[in-house]
């Protein structure tokens, strides 16, 4: 399976009855591993939950703790870029030079690294010597 094609599958698992606006996510860890996510979201905002948010956490789940790509699809008019909470999310994750592909149904598609996407990640460097 591609990441396209399990991003596409679980975002129509999707809860988004207030925005209407359903995410899907895929990560591929280090092992080859695909994991998804899909967005929820809860009638009290902010407590939903990012697709991104999703995949990594079924990852860790698993025991894997390296992403080495991610992919993002929503139905919209152009490629949806993850949020700044789940841009620190991957770089948690994934190496600087990780791709993430960012796409929409109708397949509009761009790719970023992750140093792209968050130029001056806060890492584990920074808290050296704590």
Do not use: W
């Not at 399990?6 to 975002?11: I, L, N, P």
């Not at 905002?45 to 991610?70: H, N």
Request: glycine share 10%; proline share 5%.
């Amino acid at each position: 399976m591609t990441l396209l094609k399990a991003a596409t599958d679980v975002r129509e698992n999707a809860h988004a009855p207030y925005s209407n606006f359903k995410v899907g996510a895929a990560v591929r860890a280090v092992s080859g591993k695909i994991y998804v996510g899909c967005n929820v979201e809860n009638v009290a905002y902010p407590e939903g939950t990012c697709a991104e948010a999703g995949a990594i956490a079924a990852m860790v789940a698993a025991g894997e703790t390296e992403l080495i790509e991610a992919l993002v699809i929503a139905d919209s008019p152009m490629p949806v870029s993850p949020c700044g909470g789940c841009r620190q999310k991957l770089a948690e994750f994934g190496a600087g030079n990780v791709v993430v592909t960012m796409t929409t149904l109708a397949q509009n598609s761009a790719e970023m690294t992750l140093a792209e996407l968050l130029p001056g990640a806060f890492t584990a460097e920074h808290m050296e010597g704590q």
